[in-house]
């Protein structure tokens, strides 16, 4: 009787260990799923970040560039203006010149505060409405000047 009980208990015992051992290797793959699952999502998280790294690096250099680009630029306006104040300092500059100048070239001169000679105006540009008066110059079919809106 004894062996039988000890063959039961161990029987038992056996069974138990066998149970556990399912529960444990469950467990396990449950676990093994998860490490894969963060593994993944660990080496996609580390691709972006490198890809990331590349695409701040590649804007810091355009920015740089960029950068160094502008100083030139500026350094080739400053350039231009000052041997624009030469050649008005000397009178080298002539009307027609000037009217031949960009509307940009003149605009960055104003910005920089060169003041430009104003040209001087001929007979026949000076504006006709001066001596003829507004009313010569109405559109055919447009109400006089004089007359009242209602």
């Given at each position: 009787?004894?062996?039988?009980?000890?063959?039961?208990?161990?029987?038992?015992?056996?069974?138990?260990?066998?149970?556990?051992?399912?529960?444990?290797?469950?467990?396990?793959?449950?676990?093994?799923?998860?490490?894969?699952?963060?593994?993944?999502?660990?080496?996609?998280?580390?691709?972006?970040?490198v890809?990331?790294?590349?695409?701040?690096r590649t804007?810091?250099?355009?920015?740089?560039?960029?950068?160094?680009?502008?100083?030139d630029?500026?350094?080739?306006f400053?350039?231009?203006?000052?041997?624009?104040?030469?050649?008005?300092?000397?009178?080298?500059?002539?009307?027609?010149?000037?009217?031949?100048?960009?509307?940009?070239?003149?605009?960055?001169?104003?910005?920089?505060?060169?003041?430009?000679?104003?040209?001087?105006?001929?007979?026949?540009c000076?504006?006709d409405?001066?001596r003829?008066?507004?009313?010569?110059?109405?559109?055919?079919?447009?109400?006089?000047?004089?007359?009242?809106?209602?």
């Amino acid at each position: 009787m004894e062996r039988e009980c000890r063959c039961l208990e161990l029987e038992e015992r056996v069974s138990k260990a066998e149970e556990s051992y399912t529960e444990l290797e469950t467990e396990l793959q449950k676990r093994n799923k998860d490490f894969e699952s963060l593994e993944s999502r660990f080496k996609e998280s580390e691709e972006e970040l490198v890809e990331q790294m590349m695409v701040n690096r590649t804007v810091e250099y355009e920015k740089e560039v960029a950068e160094n680009e502008a100083k030139d630029w500026k350094r080739k306006f400053e350039n231009l203006v000052d041997t624009f104040r030469k050649l008005d300092e000397i009178g080298v500059l002539r009307e027609l010149e000037l009217e031949s100048l960009d509307e940009n070239v003149k605009l960055g001169l104003e910005l920089a505060k060169v003041k430009l000679p104003i040209p001087k105006k001929t007979e026949s540009c000076q504006d006709d409405l001066s001596r003829k008066g507004l009313a010569y110059h109405q559109v055919s079919g447009s109400p006089y000047i004089t007359t009242p809106v209602k």
